[in-house]
């Protein structure tokens, strides 16, 4: 059994991009949770390359800090002047000149290029002992793109540049996907005679391959399954093409996979997103990142989850989360907001118009309703009551509330931390939380309440609450006096014991 050639990935991503119009190297755009060059250098990964070098160019800056944190082992070789791709793969090779083997080049904006079509054109190079393999494709409309020009016999002839090529040549409709696999040492003999004497005045690459077959040396075409894979990006119109045509793969390998995808159309799901069966997705949905959702879990409509991981059987619906964490058969939305390090348990609850970010919230615990919980710990089955702030900035540093388990919290609080409010413990509505409440105890901090009679009718004369108190008071000059007046402990609403849950005492959030 021969020894395995080893491989090298060369991936040009030097170029400016100028139809891109944009300060973001064309390479750098994104797509569907990778960049171009990313998922070019995804789809290399399976061939297990000894060496992967990324020539740079236009933002080379930028695309070596992005390389640094997405593809650290790639090497990046400087192309200081971009005179074409034979120059740009030159480059490469004089840097890493112990390189034998297989050389595979590859453009960084072929987002859609499948890692098995890489692995097939290299194993059909290596198998037929080639001296250079093109991976060609039949495209409706070949329009900008450099045509297979082949022999009476079928044979790869030359490859040709839109611009260079005949009108015959231009109504061939193989065309070269700028995917070629090399053996090293033919490439290297064969770069250093490349000319420029073309259109461009550039270095091509495709002009080995005529050199190669004037030398007798074999070189082949291997045609791609799909020719959508071989699909560049030139613009911002090209982009959105691409990206649709990326959704529509990715979907259909979900739905394939036993989830549920209600409008795939509308549905738009990252490439390092992962998903169990019988998770169910509906429409104008966005999952990003590395989110992850589990078996029988709902998300959407309207949802949007970056790096957030939903448990099975939880239900996220019309909300934002970045970074948050769902636990099983625990319950978002509407319009709730989970920020970085919100951390739902199972069966807990947080609801419409609340904020949660840097929290824990305890097994069946609830978050109803219009409530902000930031730098907090709330424990196993408590309730959270409407319209309650964690006011947790001091405007130097960030302090944590806890809440324990089975607490019931009023409506309108503010709890202002560092503070705990204990097990069991309640608060009455209104209330701002200065001082721990003990377990079992309520909390009440809000000041008495004072009426001052007639103030409408002297303040505001003439206007309609003011017509409207008159008709009151005068409808209540002939109804029976009141069975008493309230005594001074129970003349604050919401005193200890009708906190307590008193009917209609208003203190505690409805759930």
Request: hydrophobic share 40%.
């Amino acid at each position: 059994m021969s020894e395995p050639h080893p491989r090298t990935v060369v991936v040009l991503a030097a170029g400016e991009g100028k139809r891109m119009k944009s300060s973001l190297p064309k390479v750098l755009h994104p797509l569907l949770g990778r960049t171009l060059v990313g998922h070019v250098l995804n789809a290399a990964d399976p061939l297990d390359a000894a060496r992967t070098l990324v020539v740079v160019g236009h933002g080379a800056e930028q695309v070596r800090a992005h390389l640094a944190g997405t593809a650290p082992a790639a090497t990046a070789v400087h192309q200081a002047e971009q005179l074409g791709t034979g120059h740009a793969v030159r480059i490469a090779l004089e840097a890493a000149p112990e390189v034998t083997g297989t050389v595979v080049v590859l453009n960084g904006d072929v987002p859609l290029l499948r890692p098995e079509t890489v692995v097939e054109l290299v194993t059909a190079h290596e198998s037929e002992g080639a001296a250079a393999t093109v991976l060609a494709a039949e495209v409706p409309d070949p329009t900008g793109l450099g045509r297979i020009v082949r022999d009476a016999a079928g044979r790869l002839e030359q490859i040709v540049e839109q611009r260079d090529a005949s009108p015959d040549q231009l109504a061939v409709r193989e065309i070269n996907a700028g995917i070629y696999a090399f053996d090293a040492a033919r490439l290297r003999d064969v770069l250093g005679k490349l000319s420029t004497d073309n259109d461009q005045g550039e270095e091509y690459l495709t002009d080995v391959f005529k050199m190669l077959v004037s030398a007798g040396e074999p070189v082949g075409v291997h045609l791609a399954a799909d020719h959508t894979e071989t699909l560049g990006c030139n613009d911002r119109v090209e982009l959105a093409a691409l990206r649709r045509l990326l959704r529509d793969r990715v979907n259909e390998r979900w739905m394939r996979a036993g989830v549920s995808l209600l409008d795939p159309e509308t549905t738009w799901i990252d490439v390092t997103v992962a998903l169990d069966r019988d998770a169910v997705v509906d429409q104008n949905t966005q999952l990003c990142g590395g989110s992850v959702v589990g078996s029988g879990a709902v998300v959407g409509p309207d949802v949007t989850l970056i790096d957030t991981v939903v448990g099975p059987g939880a239900t996220v619906l019309r909300s934002h989360a970045v970074g948050a964490e769902v636990g099983p058969g625990a319950s978002v939305g509407p319009y709730a907001y989970l920020r970085p390090d919100a951390r739902l348990a199972e069966r807990s609850k947080v609801g419409t118009f609340v904020e949660v970010k840097n929290s824990e919230i305890g097994v069946g615990s609830k978050v109803p309703h219009l409530t902000y919980v930031g730098d907090a710990t709330i424990g196993e089955q408590s309730n959270i009551g409407a319209a309650s702030v964690f006011v947790n900035y001091d405007g130097v540093r960030k302090h944590r509330t806890v809440i324990g388990s089975h607490a019931r919290t009023g409506a309108d609080n503010m709890f202002v931390a560092p503070v705990r409010v204990g097990d069991g413990a309640y608060t009455a509505a209104g209330s701002v939380i200065i001082e721990d409440v003990p377990s079992g105890a309520m909390g009440v901090a809000r000041a008495r309440q004072r009426n001052i009679d007639g103030w409408v009718l002297k303040r505001r004369a003439g206007t309609a609450a003011a017509e409207a108190a008159e008709r009151a008071l005068r409808g209540a000059q002939g109804a029976p006096a009141a069975a008493s007046s309230a005594s001074e402990g129970e003349a604050i609403h919401g005193t200890a014991e009708s906190v307590g849950g008193a009917p209609g005492a208003g203190d505690t959030a409805t759930e």
